[in-house]
């Protein structure tokens, strides 16, 4: 039977800890009552360098439920995405599959069970989609659903209303290991892996206690870093400036001769509107260019994985297997 691994990024969140703990050890008794996971299946809290009291608690928990619950400290506060990629990566090598969450049980943990069916019925990632978003003030609801479409605009594949709630196999969080990119968005790498994936959908609470770890600041850089990570488009649509400029220009040139040869203008214009034009342009063009060529650099630097290889069948592969 396969070993759950629940990972839980933590900061400064003593109030919503201990809820958290004994609701998830809940669904992990309720799945291993269930034969859905083995008894040994466990809780991986990650303690973002936390300042107040959630550390300990975490070791708390740890006393008092060897098994179900399990910590990993970090020396300091790296951001939720860094947090979780560790509580992931380490989780790796002691479960079979995992199941990532926010510590304010704001997502459903009622449809990790689903998640776990749809692992069981051969899918290697399972997102938690949510269905609307009443609990959220009016502000995020619609900076979050710009902040899709934005994504979807500058060609970053996400899943739609998908957060970091997600069912991952040990075969997809080993692929993720190999994204050695420092600048980390999950929700726009974990579709890069491939291999085949389903949705669950649940209605998203509010907070169970404590207030957000995500103000909007935070919301900004993790926008920001979304689609500077991901997507060189914004370089190409200065090059389309330049060009679309360039276009202008000769425009601009019918329109300042003939203005010219009309005897409307002072003198010194004509000269001097044609070489704004045009050179603007030029040099939007020429910076687009360059532009290129660090885009290319910028993905080469992050030495992702080229391919990710699903399964071979070949001959001799099928005959080892049938002996
Ligand atoms: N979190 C973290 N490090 C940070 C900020 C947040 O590990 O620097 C965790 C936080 O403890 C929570 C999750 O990330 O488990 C999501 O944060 P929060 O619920 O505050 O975000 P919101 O739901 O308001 O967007
Ligand atoms: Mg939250």
């Known amino acids: 039977m396969d070993r759950l691994a629940i990972v839980v990024p933590c900061y400064n969140e003593?109030?919503?800890?201990?809820?958290?703990?004994?609701?998830?050890?809940?669904?992990?008794?309720?799945?291993?009552?269930?034969?859905?996971?083995?008894?040994?299946?466990?809780?991986?809290?990650?303690?973002?360098?936390?300042?107040?009291?959630?550390?300990?608690?975490?070791?708390?928990?740890?006393?008092?439920?060897?098994?179900?619950?399990?910590?990993?400290?970090?020396?300091?506060?790296?951001?939720?995405?860094?947090?979780?990629?560790?509580g992931l990566l380490t989780a790796k090598d002691m479960s079979d599959v995992t199941v990532s969450i926010d510590a304010d049980l704001q997502d459903d943990v009622a449809v990790i069970?689903?998640?776990?069916?749809?692992?069981?019925?051969?899918?290697?990632?399972?997102?938690?989609v949510r269905k609307e978003r009443k609990t959220d003030s009016f502000f995020k609801r619609t900076t979050a659903q710009g902040f899709y479409r934005l994504m979807r605009l500058m060609g970053v594949n996400i899943v739609y209303n998908h957060a970091d709630f997600r069912l991952m196999s040990k075969r997809a969080v080993e692929e993720f290991s190999k994204?050695?990119?420092?600048?980390?968005?999950?929700?726009?790498?974990?579709?890069?892996?491939?291999?085949?994936?389903?949705?669950?959908?649940?209605?998203?609470?509010?907070r169970v206690a404590g207030e957000s770890?995500?103000?909007?600041?935070?919301?900004?850089?993790?926008?920001?870093?979304?689609?500077?990570?991901?997507?060189?488009?914004?370089?190409?649509?200065?090059?389309?400036?330049?060009?679309?400029?360039?276009?202008?220009?000769?425009?601009?040139?019918?329109y300042a001769l003939v203005s010219y040869l009309t005897g409307h203008v002072v003198q010194g214009w004509t000269s001097l509107i044609l070489s704004i034009w045009f050179l603007g342009g030029m040099q939007l063009i020429a910076i687009g260019l360059v532009g290129q060529y660090i885009g290319k650099i910028y993905l080469e630097v992050k030495g992702r994985p080229r391919y990710n290889i699903e399964k071979i069948v070949t001959y001799t592969a099928e005959k080892e297997e049938n002996r």
């Open 213 to 254: 770890k995500y103000p909007l600041k935070k919301m900004l850089s993790l926008a920001f870093n979304g689609i500077s990570s991901f997507s060189v488009r914004p370089i190409s649509l200065i090059t389309g400036a330049g060009i679309f400029i360039i276009i202008l220009a000769f425009l601009a040139a019918v």
């Open 179 to 206: 994204y050695r990119e420092a600048n980390l968005f999950l929700r726009g790498m974990i579709p890069l892996i491939g291999y085949q994936t389903d949705c669950v959908y649940y209605d998203r609470r509010e």
């Open 14 to 86: 003593e109030e919503v800890l201990k809820i958290a703990s004994s609701t998830l050890r809940g669904v992990l008794d309720d799945l291993v009552h269930k034969e859905k996971i083995s008894a040994d299946s466990f809780i991986l809290f990650v303690d973002d360098g936390s300042r107040d009291r959630t550390w300990e608690l975490i070791e708390e928990e740890h006393r008092l439920y060897p098994v179900q619950v399990s910590g990993v400290k970090l020396a300091g506060n790296v951001g939720h995405q860094y947090a979780l990629t560790a």
């Open 113 to 128: 069970e689903e998640m776990i069916d749809r692992y069981h019925a051969g899918n290697d990632i399972v997102y938690g």
